[in-house]
């Protein structure tokens, strides 16, 4: 249904959330933030949920804000920032930090924001169709939701300021050929890897996975002694979890191993 900006379904072991204003290209409003928060927040508060599929429903990812909620009326200055820090970068530190990977399916354009909400996924896997656009040049305005730090991070300076500047679209086979998303597969084949993969996550060690988040996001701003204590720290809580046992005992005796992804007493 149309008049709901997002859908969410449980399955075994993950959820999917689906952008659903695919007559605007899933831009954000108002009431799509809304929901977005509030079923981020019951899967992170769901114990069985060990991972997230986001996906986008009819041509399109999301190409960030709707602008038009952003008209300024005659006389009127539209000064922005405040979104953002409602909005926008809540987000985006909201999916970092979740407890277990969360996976974007991007089944066609992810543009502005919406293609920075994407790369601030676990996991971008993306048609063959679709295309990342900063686009935020276009309207005289500055890539946000991260984009201006993970760019460079991901590709490097020169490709980062190219894409920023010039605001030209990316084929996602180059995305993947440049390291900016994990991988391309056929349009036909999109929405069925991103579900082997949530599964797979559904299956693995969900409190390793999340301190493997941790590492790596605080890996950017850390020094190598500062990681290695870091590191050291997040193996002995690891080492602390029912599946860390799990997994050697199931090594040992040469079988799949159990995990159930909950936390160590």
């Known amino acids: 249904m149309t008049d709901q900006p997002i859908l969410i379904e449980q399955r075994t ?35 069985t949920c060990r ?25 009127e200055n539209v ?17 970092r930090a979740l407890p277990f ?7 066609g354009v992810a543009a502005g924001a919406g293609c920075n909400i ?11 169709s679709a295309s990342f656009i900063q686009s935020f ?24 300021r190219g894409l920023a500047l010039l605001a030209e679209p990316l084929p996602a086979e180059k995305a993947e050929s440049w390291g900016l998303i994990w991988k391309c597969v056929d349009d036909a084949a999109l929405a069925g890897e991103a579900q082997k993969l949530c599964e797979h996550f559904a299956a693995a060690p969900t409190q390793g996975l999340a301190l493997i988040k941790r590492a790596l996001n605080a890996s950017a701003g850390n020094t190598l002694d500062a990681q ?21 005992r199931a090594f040992m005796e040469k079988r799949k191993p159990n995990f159930t992804g909950r936390k160590g007493s």
């Open 13 to 47: 072991g993950y959820r999917v959330i689906t952008f659903n204003r695919p007559d605007r290209l899933n831009a954000f409003n108002e009431a799509m933030h809304d929901a977005l928060r509030l079923g981020l927040a019951e899967a992170e508060a769901d114990e």
């Open 51 to 75: 991972a997230l599929l986001i996906t986008g429903s009819g041509r399109g990812f999301c190409t960030g804000q709707d602008l038009n909620d952003r008209l300024a009326k005659p006389g």
């Open 79 to 95: 000064v922005l920032g405040g979104t953002l820090e409602a909005h926008y970068n809540p987000l985006v530190r909201k999916l």
């Open 101 to 107: 990977p969360v996976v974007a399916a991007v089944n």
């Open 118 to 128: 994407a790369l601030a996924c676990d996991i971008v896997l993306a048609a063959r």
């Open 137 to 160: 040049a276009r309207v005289g305005l500055v890539p946000d939701s991260g984009g201006t730090w993970i760019l460079p991070r991901l590709i490097g300076d020169a490709r980062a």
């Open 228 to 248: 290695l204590d870091l590191e050291r720290d997040l193996q002995r809580a690891a080492s602390q979890t029912p599946d860390y046992a799990e997994g050697v």
